[in-house]
């Protein structure tokens, strides 16, 4: 997982880990919520969010400043 600022056009990646994950994603932030914590990434062009098996992770979406690609059955809410 990426942590921390991009300079607004390299690609980051974040993946969920075993049970429910909760991806925020406002403005040029990203937010992974897991049982383990929270991590935060910040101003990068694009955002691959990866579900983690077996899990239901859901997307909480509003106005981003980034591309924003989800692999797996995330469910919007």
């Known amino acids: 997982m990426v942590t921390g600022k991009g300079d607004g056009t390299e ?4 993946e969920g880990s075993t049970g429910n994950n909760t991806l ?10 897991t049982a383990l ?8 062009g694009s955002v691959t969010a990866e579900k983690a098996n077996g899990t239901d992770d859901t997307v ?3 106005a981003i400043d980034f591309a924003l ?3 797996g ?3 919007s809410v």
């Open 37 to 44: 914590g929270s991590q935060s990434i910040d101003k990068f």
């Open 69 to 71: 690609q989800l692999e």
């Open 60 to 62: 909480h979406q509003v």
């Open 24 to 33: 925020t994603a406002s403005g040029g932030t990203a937010t992974l919520t």
């Open 11 to 14: 690609p980051a990646s974040i």
């Open 73 to 75: 059955n995330w469910i």
